[in-house]
Nanobody, 123 residues
């Protein structure tokens, strides 16, 4: 079970840090990703990290503002979100899967999903 935390309400320009934990399991051997779904829009890829090796990938829309990282001791993956914009408002989902980096944009690559955490950025 994936458990997300850290969502909330923040003003534009502010920061939030989301975390994803694997309850009763481990991320070993997997990639861990973040997707988001804004109201009335399709779910989109945000960022992902490979647990072994630490390869990361960020969507162009968040490059330079968001950063994904892992904490091996806590078995968590975090998404640090800076310089937030109103258009970043969405439900953010954590996902786990296997696959090569080039497939990380695809939703069908990810086999396990969390329930999501809401991020609201006010203008």
């Amino acid at each position: 079970q994936l458990v997300e935390s850290g969502g909330g309400l923040v003003q534009a320009g502010g920061s939030l840090r989301l975390s994803c934990a694997a309850s009763g399991g481990t991320f070993s051997g997997y990639a861990v990703g973040w997707f988001r779904q804004a109201p009335g829009k399709e779910r989109e890829f945000v960022a992902a990290i490979r647990w072994f090796g630490g390869n990361t990938l960020h969507a162009d829309s968040v490059k330079g503002r968001f950063s994904i990282s892992k904490d091996s001791a806590k078995n968590t993956v975090s998404l640090q979100m800076n310089s937030l914009r109103p258009e970043d408002t969405a439900v953010y989902y954590c996902a786990v899967g296997r696959g090569i980096v080039s497939s990380w944009y695809r939703e069908d690559m990810w086999g396990y999903w969390g329930q999501g955490t809401l991020v609201t950025v006010s203008s």
